[in-house]
């Protein structure tokens, strides 16, 4: 089946710095991909659709220049943090969907735990 | 988008069949109902899709009715492995500015 690909599982950083995350598709092309965050006990909250040759897509309150996404390939989009602080600390999420497919199946990395100290 | 409620937690025993209903009375046409599950500190896993009658695979059954305005996901025999939480989403492929948006989803309790 189809697998997404998403690295590091775990990071802890200093306060002030970046932290990038990747998500990969590893057997099928993903024009658009998504990314989430999700608070302990909470439901997965989406930040921004990535768009692959286009700028991502925010939601609203999420700040652009905050989180940095990348989207250069049709099987990689990253996520930056930058200038991580402690509130930002949260289980972060890519999802992607075949291209070549018309449902609407998602298919989701295993997420990345970052801790800011 | 087609907003999505479901009961916020459900306790089951092993063995026993769980069904967990999902209300979407805005679902467009062409909207497919998608399931997801998801364990702690792990991303979504597929479950089940569809987008009318009744669709059944290795693991589950999805009811949908005529109106398409709420679906059943049934888990049959669980076991203490299913206790997780369980999304309903409603999406149109290909449409134009498409995304997914979680609800709160449901929480299963699976007790020996």
């Known amino acids: 089946g189809a697998v997404v690909s998403q690295h590091p599982s775990w990071v802890i950083c200093k306060s002030g710095t970046s932290v990038k995350i990747e998500c990969r598709s590893l057997d099928f092309q993903a024009t658009t991909m998504f990314w989430y965050r999700q608070f302990p006990k909470q439901s997965l909250m989406l930040m921004a659709t990535s768009n692959e040759g286009s700028k991502a897509t925010y939601e609203q309150g999420v700040e652009k220049d905050k989180f940095l996404i990348n989207h250069a390939s049709l099987t990689l989009s990253t996520l930056t943090v930058t200038s991580a602080h402690p509130e930002d600390s949260s289980f972060y999420i890519c999802?992607?969907?075949?291209?070549?497919?018309?449902?609407?199946?998602?298919?989701f990395g295993s997420g990345t735990q970052l801790s800011v100290l | 988008l087609a907003k999505t409620t479901q009961p916020i937690s459900m306790d089951s025993y092993e063995g026993q069949e769980v069904n967990i209903t999902c209300s979407h009375n805005n679902i467009a046409t062409n909207d497919y109902i998608t399931w997801y599950q998801q364990f702690p500190s792990q991303g979504p896993r597929f479950i089940i899709q569809?987008?009318?009658t009744k669709v059944t695979n290795e693991v589950a059954s999805l009811f949908i009715p005529a109106d398409r305005k709420s679906s059943t996901l049934s888990l049959p025999r669980v076991s203490l492995s299913d206790t997780a939480v369980y999304y309903c989403l409603v999406g149109a492929p290909l449409s134009g500015g498409f995304k997914t948006i979680f609800g709160a989803g449901t929480r299963l309790f699976v007790k020996a």
């Open positions: 569809g987008y009318k």
């Open positions: 999802s992607a969907r075949n291209q070549l497919t018309t449902n609407e199946k998602l298919f």
